[in-house]
């Protein structure tokens, strides 16, 4: 995680530079942006979209409209960007799942993510929260756990769908913690936590910014997150770690585009986007989401990304999760 601040305060530094360097080279769009989007609308992911393509619209001086495709994790919608024309008008918030976990949780991809993509840069990592029914007679992970070890197989985790972060976090939490779950799939991360509401299951491992409105109307009750440190959003809320040490599960996301797009399309872009992960309103917006800022610039990406396979391969070898 200090990497990944170094990392991010390295971006907002080169901004100036890249800046002026974008604007010398002389991109500048003629029409609208599609911003294309791996899950269905009112999702995590989705929010994010829609908050970067309002703040980069604004700032290129053309509409940013966001294209949502949901399906197979993911891959449906990266595998749309990569066939897209490179001509700058086509760019795609990927994500951790996208990028790094899909490449060893399925058998193969329609894309690679290190040949298909440019990078443009980096937006957040948010945080997984693992809620629960407030029913449940648990308040921390050491209950859950000793709660879920006492009922084998009887405790039932929701996921936006086999191979999705939700998915991931439960099925590492279970290994790691040594208790025998039900992995239940739904078509989406809001269905899962209206079931859980409900009573239908007991457990998921959200996207904060999916659950955190309904943990705050106490709806549902928040166990711990799942990144190495707490969260400034729900600060009283410990993390996995302080009880499985070792535990992270930092989800990401940020925007790429078709390789092969002009560099002069890329570095302008880039540049908007520091400009705007850099505005006070933005990150506000972003860290009330439970989300947390991480700007940097292409080539940053580009090093994180490669970086981040080899952890997501373990943390898939971990879990057990696979999708055919």
């Known amino acids: 995680m200090q990497r990944r601040h170094l990392l991010a305060g390295l971006g907002a530094l080169a901004l100036p530079a890249a800046q002026r360097a974008a604007r010398a080279q002389g991109w500048a769009p003629d029409k609208p942006l599609r911003l294309i989007v791996g899950f269905a609308a009112g999702g995590s992911t989705d929010l994010t979209a829609r908050l970067v393509a309002q703040a980069l619209g604004e700032r290129l001086g053309q509409p940013v409209v966001v294209e949502n495709r949901p399906g197979a994790g993911g891959n449906i919608a990266a595998e749309a ?3 897209a024309a490179p001509d ?3 760019i795609h918030l990927v994500t951790s799942g996208v990028m790094a976990a899909n490449k060893a949780l399925y058998r193969s991809l329609p894309f690679d993510p290190l040949k298909d993509f440019a990078p443009v840069g980096q937006v957040a990592f948010i945080p ?4 629960v029914n407030p029913e449940l007679p648990v308040r921390n992970p050491a209950e859950l756990i000793a709660y ?3 009922r084998p197989g009887q405790v039932n985790y929701g996921s936006a769908g086999a191979g999705t972060s939700l998915h991931m976090a439960a099925a590492l939490f279970a290994a790691r913690a040594g208790v025998e779950m039900v992995h239940i799939p739904y078509r989406g991360g809001a269905p899962a936590a209206t079931d859980l509401i409900a009573g239908k299951i007991q457990m998921i491992a959200s996207p904060m910014i999916e659950v955190l409105g309904a943990v705050k109307a106490g709806q549902l009750r928040a ?3 799942t990144t190495a440190k707490r969260s400034p959003a729900l600060p009283e809320v410990p993390t996995v770690a302080e009880t499985l040490p070792g535990f992270e599960i930092a989800l990401w996301n ?3 585009a078709p390789a092969g797009t002009p560099p002069a399309a890329i570095q302008r872009i880039s540049a908007e986007l520091l400009t705007a992960l850099g505005d006070p309103t933005t990150r506000q917006k972003l860290t ?3 989300s947390e800022p991480a700007p940097n610039t292409p080539e940053q990406f580009a090093d994180f990304i490669r970086t981040e396979l080899p952890r997501w391969a373990e943390i ?4 057990g999760a696979s999708v055919d």
């Open 223 to 225: 166990i711990a997150v």
């Open 148 to 150: 879920a070890k006492a």
């Open 81 to 83: 960007t990569a066939r």
């Open 128 to 131: 997984n929260l693992i809620v």
């Open 288 to 290: 009330e989401q439970g």
């Open 254 to 256: 940020g925007l790429g």
């Open 316 to 319: 898939v070898k971990i879990s």
């Open 88 to 90: 700058g008008y086509t």
